[in-house]
């Protein structure tokens, strides 16, 4: 039996954009005039830029009927993970550069970088502990993300993926040659149990601390509109953190994913919404160079009364092959219906290094976003199959931050990134609190993680905007207070060209009001022409810095009155 949902109360939990988990904080977003102090200038040298497949060179501005300026963005590469495999499941070795073959949109490309994932593997002499460690030692290597779903999956289960998982990390050697970090999300929880680390004791430890409590919610459809939202915005979160990070992610879910909803018995609407939703998933995926790989835990038998009709006869992963459509549209596999789930572990981790990275510019150069631009790779070897993604569209630009009405998708990213335990390397950014002056704080944004405007005839001025949020907790990691967060616009030096390619970083300070409490304080900063994020945390009980404020520059960024603040409940 298929309980109908309330299409309203459907509706409005997968609302796009979706909320954070905590709804119950409160965001204002003001605009504040910068510290002045804050831009240095550099060289005029090209200015480095990692995006992969969505990244695209400027041209010069042409002017509008209107007066307004629209500057045109083509793609320039397409970066694709491949994974080829056998009838029986095993990775295929051994193949070459003109073993490949790619078409997008049936036109074919030519393949011009290729390269193994095993060959982007730290050193045997390199040992990482952390996301910085991984950014700074091995900045493209392959990684894996394990991730618990103690949301859609059944406590029996649940202690049987951990079982699983147990297994699979005790036939891995004390140094695991891949990065791994390990996330158990719940409906009301996004833990990250450890950072990315090659030290299994460290996974093994965690995960014997670990439980996961009794998930009531779980087995009641009533809460399927929840649990459809934490997946959303778990994948979400997840490929915002990480898409900093230049290698491929190798995702793991170990859950159900989905609850078996079937969708004939809800309205269009609803369907739309949920397509939209996997769609801007997919994305973000891509985007990050994330593979999703999922594996159900419940075994051989379904049972009907426990995970519904539609998870025995259609798709363990949710109604309509919801979960697997999005594991399958990133290059990745779905794996169920057996009692191994260790082996499906280590399979899928092995896929994770055993791949193909095939670069290639893309032919059609139009600007059509609306258009699905679908990949197709073959391989001259008969027998294997080819796992990669499917396509993708061209990215719009971030929507303009109001701070009168910000949107609910901003509050969305905002408040995830503050709570998270997850570093967000998306931005590159560093925050140290200034000598002899214990509220004001030095932040620094790396010009690779910037894209400055092009200046016009009528304005030649480059500049840049960004959003800047702080949450403070106290020791036992419980946030004080409600997020405050402020939208700035910089602009740069005069002496900074109008057009072209250009390395300046950012700088400046900001004054923060410490709770008498709080022992940590987390910076968010997203740029607003990327909408990327970056993350880092102070410990307020550590004694100050020595180094002293930078000088100003004397090309101070225009003040911006700031209007009202207005709360804004997300």
Not at 257 to 275: C, H, K, S, W, Y
Not at 326 to 343: C, E, F, I, K, S
Not at 425 to 433: C, L, Q, Y
Request: charged share 20%; hydrophobic share 35%.
């Amino acid at each position: 039996m298929h309980r109908r949902i309330g299409p309203a109360f459907l509706a409005i939990s997968l609302a796009l954009p979706l909320l954070a988990q905590d709804a119950s904080k409160t965001v204002t977003v003001t605009s504040q005039e910068p510290t002045p102090a804050p831009v240095q200038t550099a060289p005029p040298p090209v200015q480095t830029q990692q995006n992969g497949q969505r990244n695209g060179t400027p041209t010069q501005p042409t002017q509008n009927p209107d007066g307004t300026y629209t500057v045109h963005v083509s793609t320039r590469i397409v970066v694709l993970d491949v994974v080829a495999t056998t009838k029986d499941g095993k990775t295929v070795q051994g193949l070459t550069k003109s073993d490949f073959h790619v078409t997008e949109s049936e036109d074919p490309q030519t393949i011009t970088n290729f390269e193994l994932g095993t060959s982007r593997l730290p050193a045997p002499e390199v040992d990482i502990e952390s996301t910085a460690d991984l950014d700074r030692l091995a900045p493209r290597a392959p990684v894996n993300i394990i991730l618990l779903d103690e949301f859609n999956t059944r406590f029996e289960d649940e202690a049987f993926a951990q079982y699983s998982l147990k297994k699979y990390l005790e036939r891995q050697p004390d140094h695991m040659s891949t990065p791994t970090m390990l996330i158990a999300v719940g409906i009301d929880k996004f833990d990250v149990l450890h950072d990315y680390t090659q030290n299994k004791q460290l996974l093994l430890d965690v995960l014997k601390h670990h439980f996961s409590g009794n998930p009531w919610r779980n087995n009641s459809m009533s809460w399927a509109a929840e649990r459809y939202g934490t997946a959303f915005l778990t994948l979400r979160r997840i490929s915002e953190a990480s898409i900093g990070h230049q290698g491929h992610k190798n995702m793991i879910w170990i859950g159900r994913g989905f609850p078996a909803l079937r969708f004939e018995n809800q309205p269009v609407d609803t369907m739309n919404r949920i397509n939209s939703l996997r769609q801007d998933c997919v994305n973000l995926m891509r985007d990050a160079r994330i593979t999703l790989t999922t594996i159900d835990p419940a075994g051989l038998l379904i049972d009907p009364g426990v995970y519904g009709g539609a998870a025995a006869f259609n798709d363990p992963f949710g109604g309509n092959y919801e979960f697997s459509q999005l594991a399958q549209a990133t290059g990745g596999r779905t794996m169920y219906g057996r009692n191994d789930v260790d082996v499906q572990i280590n399979a899928a981790a092995e896929e994770g290094t055993d791949f193909y990275t095939l670069v290639y510019h893309p032919t059609n150069t139009s600007r059509d976003a609306y258009k699905f631009r679908k990949i197709n790779v073959t391989v001259d070897r008969p027998g294997v199959t080819i796992s990669t993604t499917k396509g993708y569209y061209l990215a719009f630009r971030p929507r303009p931050v109001d701070p009168k009405a910000p949107s609910r998708r901003l509050m969305s990213d905002l408040v995830s990134a503050a709570d998270s335990k997850m570093a967000y390397d998306g931005a590159e950014i560093n925050v140290s609190r200034v000598a002899n002056d214990p509220k004001t704080f030095q932040i620094h944004v790396a010009p690779r993680s910037l894209a400055w405007s092009l200046g016009t005839e009528a304005d030649p001025t480059r500049k840049v905007d960004i959003v800047l949020a702080i949450t403070q907790f106290d020791k036992k990691s419980k946030p004080i207070g409600n997020p405050k967060a402020f939208s700035m616009k910089f602009s740069a030096p005069a002496k900074v060209p109008a057009t072209g390619r250009i390395e300046v970083p950012l700088n400046f300070q900001q004054k923060v009001d410490l709770e008498g409490k709080a022992t940590r304080a987390r910076f968010v900063v997203r740029i607003g022409s990327s909408g990327r994020i970056g993350t880092a945390d102070i410990d307020l009980t550590q004694p100050m810095a020595t180094s002293t404020t930078p000088p100003a520059d004397t090309t101070a960024p225009p003040a911006v009155p700031p209007p009202s603040p207005a709360p804004t409940q997300p």
